[in-house]
């Protein structure tokens, strides 16, 4: 283990890009010419060795200051500290006698989570792997508390409805992907999920949603399930959470908040803007993101414990429903759980809430400040203004309005290549954007600063038909002294 982290310390010391610059198709070729099936195994120490030098320092380091493209972050020491806890004890959360006070653990961090919320004692959580099981979770319970509602059908054990074809779930055009996902895995396939407009800013316009319902009722449909979202992931936009739960409650209709990117508000000076969460019936928070978390660590929340029982299947060997001890697969679709919730029992304990919220809150600020830089630059554009901490912009100097599109994507990836500067790329009412996600507190606006000036210095390369993989000398970023 010593060596392993003497490797990992020289990988961070040395990093000095956020990629290697190693031209892909060379990285590949040297990872598939390993051979696994090797009758001279090396040792350990040479394993660490050979990881260090073939596959981490050619890995992307998330922990550099110009790798912001995704929602994805540093973690903290005390999440790394709880992730070398449990990778040595190797526990598992399905059943109490794989995991003892593990089990007690989990389970008390799910009540705090809830009563952070605003949940009151009726209400549970277990932890997920992330936002796509937490959606999947929350809109499987869903259906199913609905079906049940309308029918009294039991899909766990009789399977869909004959009416499962009407049944559909509203989110916002800008909800995320995994709903599409959840709707397809559920059987209902992907037309069941109907996309409600946004407004320019991301979030969902209300009046739209009243009007969804009513057309879908008219035609004979069934929805069963509204998701607000609090921070859309390329926008970060939140949707009008307390209005879509006063629809919910009067359509008789499943209120399911996505809150993976924006629930770390909870915590902060800036938890107003989650109005309304207290009221959903399910919400999905994920600690990789703002929580400052290893990945992947996740939870959902349902205001209402009894209905985990949507989820609940017996094995003799694992969950009896003799056991006077809790098993806390019953409130998982999976079996196999690794120890998540120690990474945020020990943040929490080491770091504090409040200095977690003071990072949020310093993240939104930051990221209003590096809007601000972005604005002032003649060669950049602006696209969107930011909600928590993506920033949507793209390279806007002389280059011809048909050209623009293809340019920025080739900006960003050969910004990627170079391993000068990690980007998102998304598309932004019909342009392609490039994106800044900024989720490290750690970061200065100096950063910024040489981030936007390599990304319009490669861009003018570019424009001159030859982009390089060294950096010329350029004037530097304006207005940063007005930041």
Request: proline share 3%; with cysteine; net charge negative.
């Amino acid at each position: 283990m010593k060596a392993c982290t003497a490797q990992i310390t020289a990988l961070f010391e040395q990093a000095d890009a956020p990629y290697s610059g190693i031209d892909p198709a060379k990285l590949r070729e040297w990872i598939t010419g390993v051979e696994l099936s090797t009758q001279s195994p090396s040792s350990l120490e040479r394993m660490i060795e050979e990881v260090a030098a073939l596959i981490a320092k050619h890995s992307i380091v998330v922990q550099h200051p110009h790798c912001i493209a995704h929602l994805h972050t540093p973690p903290l020491l005390a999440g790394i500290a709880a992730d070398r806890f449990a990778s040595a004890q190797n526990l598992s959360l399905d059943s109490w006698d794989q995991s003892g006070a593990a089990t007690y653990v989990e389970q008390h961090v799910s009540n705090w989570l809830c009563r952070l919320f605003g949940y009151d004692a009726a209400a549970d959580g277990v932890f997920t792997s992330g936002g796509t099981q937490g959606n999947i979770m929350g809109l499987l319970v869903a259906r199913d508390w609905a079906v049940h509602r309308i029918s009294g059908h039991d899909v766990q054990r009789d399977g869909l409805p004959d009416y499962h074809g009407r049944l559909r779930i509203i989110g916002s055009a800008k909800s995320h992907f995994t709903l599409r996902k959840a709707a397809a895995i559920m059987g209902l396939g992907q037309r069941a999920m109907v996309a409600v407009p946004s407004h320019a800013d991301g979030t969902m316009k209300i009046e739209a949603l009243e009007q969804t319902l009513d057309q879908l009722k008219q035609a004979g449909l069934i929805p069963f399930a509204i998701v607000g979202t609090a921070g859309t992931t390329d926008h970060g936009a939140i949707d009008d959470l307390a209005a879509i739960a006063e629809i919910a409650k009067r359509h008789q209709t499943w209120f399911h908040v996505d809150a993976a990117y924006g629930g770390a508000l909870i915590l902060s000076q800036n938890k107003h803007r989650l109005a309304g969460i207290e009221q959903a019936d399910s919400l999905i928070v994920d600690f990789h993101k703002l929580w400052f978390q290893p990945i992947g660590c996740g939870a959902i929340l349902l205001k209402d414990a009894k209905n985990f029982r949507h989820l609940l299947q017996r094995a003799e060997y694992l969950n009896r429903e003799t056991d006077d001890l809790p098993n806390l697969v019953d409130k998982s679709i999976s079996a196999t759980r690794r120890f998540d919730a120690l990474k945020v029992w020990m943040t929490a304990r080491s770091v504090g809430v409040d200095a977690l919220g003071s990072m949020v809150d310093h993240l939104l600020a930051q990221t209003q400040a590096v809007a601000r830089l972005v604005a002032q630059q003649d060669e950049l554009e602006l696209l969107a203004a930011p909600h928590l901490t993506t920033i949507l912009f793209r390279y806007a100097g002389a280059i011809g309005a048909s050209a623009i599109d293809d340019f920025n994507r080739r900006l960003r990836t050969g910004l990627l290549k170079a391993g000068h500067a990690i980007l998102g790329e998304t598309t932004v009412d019909g342009k392609i954007a490039l994106k800044m996600t900024i989720l490290n507190p750690c970061l200065t606006m100096q950063d910024f600063v040489d981030l936007l000036d390599k990304v319009m210095r490669f861009a003018r390369q570019l424009t001159e038909g030859s982009p390089s993989h060294t950096e010329s000398s350029c004037e530097t970023v304006s207005g940063a002294a007005h930041v």
